[in-house]
């Protein structure tokens, strides 16, 4: 992954869509910075934001931690994991995968309404 490659993903305070870009602290709370207007600034909800894994599904979209996976073998959630220092997914059981060679689809995020 390259330097431009790191990014994050979360929701607005006011629930009206995700931004994409820089994460930075303003006086009035977390935000992010949108990665094509470089001075325009969201407040996000704080637990919302992922970061981008430098991985993108079989369709070509980013993948972000916190994002629900589906592939032939199952459904999975993308991590962090200190252990391997590395971003993973995650099954239903707790068995932890590599995103290497992800043949798999974003289907949703843990924050998304009607998320399990």
């Known amino acids: 992954m390259k330097v431009e490659d790191i990014k994050f993903r979360g929701l607005r305070l006011d629930k009206t ?31 919302t934001v992922g970061q981008f ?19 032939i073998s199952g459904f999975y959630t993308v991590i962090w994991s200190q252990d391997n220092c590395a971003f993973m997914k995650e099954n239903s059981t707790g068995g932890i995968l590599s995103l290497n060679n992800c043949e798999c689809e974003v289907i949703g995020n843990i924050h998304e309404q009607g998320a399990n």
């Open 17 to 47: 869509g995700r931004e994409i870009g820089l994460l930075t602290y303003k006086p009035w709370g977390l935000c992010i910075q949108d990665e094509k207007d470089h001075s325009h600034f969201s407040s996000v909800i704080p637990e």
């Open 53 to 71: 894994t430098g991985v993108k599904d079989k369709n070509g979209v980013d993948i972000y931690t916190g994002d629900k996976l589906q592939r």
